[in-house]
């Protein structure tokens, strides 16, 4: 049986202003077959599935559905065309139930919640999923509500389904079993186009690849001819080696211990349980966890922004080998004993560099406490600027940019360069490779590197966990506030890593009575 | 004494009860309107303008009226008064984003002298030694009785001896609530509310919404100015005598939590919280301020209280007084 193609690309070109993001696109994606779309960030694949799903519409080029011409212009005329995308960023009402998101908008025949959630059940039945039509958004895991936009699209009738970076948010458990639902679809004869840029996954899950570089159309492959070095290769351009070099960390000495610290948020929910763990010099410890486990705590607690309940933290400071509490210290003061926190949210700019000031004015954020008269002395934070740019490669116009202009690698660049700049005996860094393409993610990777050399402890806290395998030399895990498991980087699996991230409470407890 | 009492509160009530059912409406599609007691107002004057014209239109004799033309027309006159308060409001914060706290402050200001210019004129057109008018043969149309609620004695006082626009509130809020609940509109209404980026991505036309709720509201709120001068003053304007019922409007419909069916029995609570101080003996006038108080404490204690509740059903609309720009999603 030959397959038929379900949608068809030619020559799509969109341009924004003067950037251009998709040049001459030619894509094939058939009935019954996952097709993987990969490219680093900014090589323009969610833009051109914007534009199938008709959130964009193409400057020049022709969509061809079923072998018909489709002119797609609203998201309304994509359900009509049967195409489904789900989103990075969902759009659920978090107040209503699961069954209230799904037939939002639908606007044919009767409004009836029952019947509607029964045809849930059964599309879940069907597929596998596991969901509660009545349960509330606000309720939800990442994953559960990841399922309401799949069976959201699945509701509307849609038999293509576009995923945009749908396994960002999940643990490998989640991952695995999303993976099984993708193609238990696929062999019901839907058409699945995943975008991504996490070359396991693609290997793994999907029956041809098609490469995007900068806007460009780069080719297909059949994932079972090519390899990771093949599809990095189209990826970048160039062949780059994917190894982080991971030296034996030696003359390691305690240089934190968080004793039993408890942080209790403005809601009242318990978001640090009992956490304790040592951080040691010339070592990188890693912390892994589902997005929102209290990471973002962790590291502010440490930095003094935080309230702790109970618990203390200790550093041994290397100069005075002194013993002193960072509970009783101002952030100020914990600062300038060398503990430097680059944190870089969500929203990348929220803490730590503020978007209308520029790289120069930023680098003063920090040092602002070191002049002496009321007038500001530009000279040395220009130098740092100056050093930086040069050193980590910030593209920029100049170091007189507003830094919300800059590209958010760039802004990473900036952010993670001025702590290291401050020659710090503490380094903590969450999400630094954030949407970084693959070479500044490496550049990022081996200043950690660097830092670790020279006697810095270094608390990383990433997303990608083949990257904490590489990197880290030891793991910690935490699920809801608490520490699940502290793992060797060298000898743990994803797996291991995996279920620890998803240990529930009670799991937790039992396990440490056994 | 306990029925009058009752009876008293309900009546204090109802303009309440359209105030917050129009504001509720309005708010589950995103929009803090504090235009609500300029809208009030505007709808009352604009029925006592109606009303003026067609009773002077008809001369002296009350025999010349028809009842039901002496209903209709400051009836209509009121929920068109409203409606273009709404329309300024909606076009003002959704075609043109402006501030909706600012907005609806600036239309209270403009509802409230609007309506004192009317007022004056109309009394300055009746050349009437007293500042105020008398609208007391349209008023006897509006608070007419069932004809045989005084027969059934406590009862028949109690549920059947109201005005009608009294009856109608409850049937608004009632429906209101229905509509909001059990509807694809109201789902649809409420995800505007809610989230309109997703209501958006869903295919649902946000500005519409926002536009019909809001002006769907206000229609609601400028009846409650009305029931409140043709039943509770018996047809008599004078400027500013409308007081702070607005505002109390606004008050009870975070009481209710965003229900209209919880603000039927808080718009009763309210009236007779307010007239509790006539009561109770012995109060001098200092005292009697205190007591009229007591609404907004009651509104401040259900505050606190559902904050430590913390029920996600219990909050406002998460994107009350947002403006929704499609380019931002």
Known sequence: ?514 | MIIQFICRAILLGVPLLYGSTGEIVTEKSGHLNLGIPGIMYVGAISGVVGSFLYENSCGNDIANMNPALAVLIPLLCAIVGATLMGLIYSFLTVTLHANQNVTGLALTTLGIGLGNFLGASLINITKSELPSIALTKTSSFFSAKLPFADDLGWFGELFLSHDFLTYLAIIIAIIASFVLNRTRVGLNLRSVGENPATADAAGINVTKYRYVATCIGSAIAGLGGLQYVMAYASGVWSNNAFGDRGWMAIALVIFALWKPSVAIMGSFLFGALCNANNYIQGLGTETQELFKMLPYVVTIVVLIITSMRKKREHQPPASLGLSYFREER
């Open chain 1, 1 to 514: 049986m030959t397959k038929q193609p379900a949608i068809e690309l030619k020559n799509i070109t969109k341009v924004f202003g003067k950037v251009v993001a998709n040049k001459n696109v030619n894509l094939t994606a058939y009935r019954g077959e996952i097709l993987s779309i990969l490219g680093e960030n900014g090589s323009g694949k969610t833009t051109l599935m914007n534009m199938i799903s008709g959130i964009y519409f193409p400057d020049e080029g022709q969509i061809f559905i079923d072998q018909n011409e489709a002119v797609i212009t609203s998201p309304k005329d994509a359900f009509t065309y049967k195409i489904g995308m789900i989103h990075q960023h969902f759009k659920l009402v978090d107040v209503f139930s699961a069954a209230e998101n799904i037939v939002l908008g639908i606007e044919d025949g009767k409004y009836n919640l029952k019947a509607s959630q029964d045809e849930i059940k059964k599309i879940s039945e069907q597929y596998g999923f596991e969901l509660d039509p009545e349960k509330k958004i606000y309720t939800m895991s990442v994953s559960e509500k990841q399922t309401v936009e799949i069976i959201k699209v699945l509701y509307r009738g849609a038999d293509i389904l576009i995923l945009d970076e749908p396994t960002a948010v999940l643990t490998p458990q989640e991952t695995e079993k999303l993976f099984s639902i993708l193609r238990r679809m696929r062999d019901d004869g839907k058409c699945i186009i995943i975008i991504t840029h996490k070359l396991h996954e693609v290997l793994s899950l999907s029956d041809r690849v098609s490469v995007l570089r900068k806007g460009e159309y780069v080719g297909t492959v059949n994932t079972s001819e090519t390899s990771e070095s093949e599809l990095t290769e189209m990826m970048v351009g160039k062949k780059i080696d994917l190894n982080i070099e991971r030296n034996k960390p030696h003359d390691t000495a305690d240089r934190l211990i968080v004793n039993n610290i408890t942080c209790v948020d403005r809601m009242g929910a318990t978001v640090l349980d009992n956490v304790s763990f040592t951080a040691k010099s010339g070592e990188i410890l890693g912390i892994a966890g589902i997005a929102g486990s209290g990471q973002r705590e962790l590291l502010e607690s440490i930095a003094g922004l935080q309230h702790l309940s109970e618990g203390e933290i200790f550093y041994l400071n290397p100069k005075t080998d002194k013993k002193e509490n960072l509970r009783d210290k101002t952030p100020m003061q914990i600062r300038n004993l060398g503990v430097r926190l680059s944190f870089v949210p969500e929203d990348r700019l929220g803490m730590g560099l503020v978007g209308n000031m520029d790289i120069v004015d930023n680098m003063m954020l920090r040092s602002y406490s070191k002049g002496h008269s009321v007038f500001l002395k530009r000279k040395k934070p220009k130098d740092l600027a100056m050093k930086i740019i040069h050193d980590l490669e910030v593209v920029t116009p100049s170091a007189s940019t507003p830094v919300r202009r800059l590209s958010g690698g760039n802004v990473q660049k900036v952010l993670v360069g001025r702590e290291i700049a401050a020659s710090p005996t503490v380094l903590m860094v969450a999400y630094p490779v954030r949407g970084l393409d693959i070479n500044s993610s490496y550049m990022i990777y081996n200043l950690l590197n660097e830092q670790k050399e020279k006697g810095v402890a270094v608390i990383f806290v990433g997303e990608d966990l083949d990257v904490l395998l590489e990197l880290c030399d030891r793991i910690m895990v935490i699920g809801s506030g608490k520490v699940t498991g502290i793992v060797d980087g060298r000898t743990a699996t994803k797996e291991e890593i995996g279920l620890l991230m998803t240990k529930s409470e009670k799991d937790g407890e039992e396990n440490a009575n056994d």
